[in-house]
């Protein structure tokens, strides 16, 4: 059943309250396609490779965690951008972009779709702007087991780090890109933390502080907020939805 997108963009607005989020890219409709809207694809990211599929499949919008127009970031569209927004432009097809309001949704986000993953609810949070959470496990599992989990889940082999031989009763974790804050994880009363990423100083601050680090993979922990949100919608409006996978190993 098509919906106007004015429409469709207000709900989603509301739904996950982006006016409370200080994000570094805009969120909601970046690029206007066509007015109604009845085929739905979602994607983790706005690549040329998503872009081609959506139109391909005959959607109307695509609707992605990873949009453009990022702070720091030129502001000139050339290169790679250019071909992006040229392609969105010619297929007429709009492009909807939620970054933390969709990390943050405490149904539809990728927090707490990953949770559901591992068998753990967040009762308590943390970080800036309250996007780490954390809870605990209602039976403990090993750090083998809790990385079976997710490999089998995502389809991914989680990267261990500090100790690897442990049970875990108490956990946090914040999807994509989020190793700075274990930082402050590795102070709190928790026995591990799962991020998508990694970096050099998170080896040293596992070991020292005795709180195990899993890498589950930026792409594959942000995979779930998007279908979620597309189901959402699909329930909500009637929409065709249909998620489109594009591979990638970060």
Wanted: glycine share 10%; charged share 20%; proline share 4%.
């Amino acid at each position: 059943m098509p919906v106007n997108r004015q429409v469709l963009e207000k709900y989603i607005e509301q739904y996950l309250s982006v006016s409370r989020f200080r994000d570094y890219c805009p969120n909601g409709l970046q690029v206007e396609g066509r007015e109604p809207v009845a085929r739905l694809a979602t994607a983790v990211t706005a690549s040329l490779a998503a872009i081609e599929l959506a139109i391909e499949a005959g959607a109307d919008a695509l609707l992605v965690h990873h949009g453009f127009f990022w702070k720091g970031e030129s502001q000139s569209i050339v290169r790679t951008k250019k071909a992006r927004i040229a392609a969105l432009l010619a297929a007429d097809l709009n492009l909807f972009a939620y970054h933390l309001p969709l990390d943050a949704h405490p149904e539809v986000g990728n927090n707490a779709t990953l949770g559901q993953l591992m068998g753990v609810t967040a009762d308590t949070f943390f970080g800036d702007q309250m996007l780490g959470a954390v809870g605990t496990f209602n039976v403990p599992v090993t750090v083998r087991q809790l990385a079976n989990r997710l490999e089998s889940a995502t389809g991914r082999t989680p990267l261990i780090l500090g100790p690897a031989e442990r049970e875990l009763r108490r956990i946090g974790w914040c999807t994509g890109g989020a190793q700075s804050f274990f930082h402050e994880a590795a102070t709190l009363d928790i026995d591990c933390f799962v991020s998508g990423e990694s970096s050099e100083f998170v080896t040293h601050l596992a070991a020292e502080s005795g709180v195990t680090y899993l890498a589950a993979g930026h792409h594959a922990t942000e995979r779930g907020g998007v279908r979620a949100l597309g189901d959402h919608l699909a329930d909500r409006f009637g929409l065709d939805v249909i998620h489109l996978e594009v591979p990638n190993p970060v």
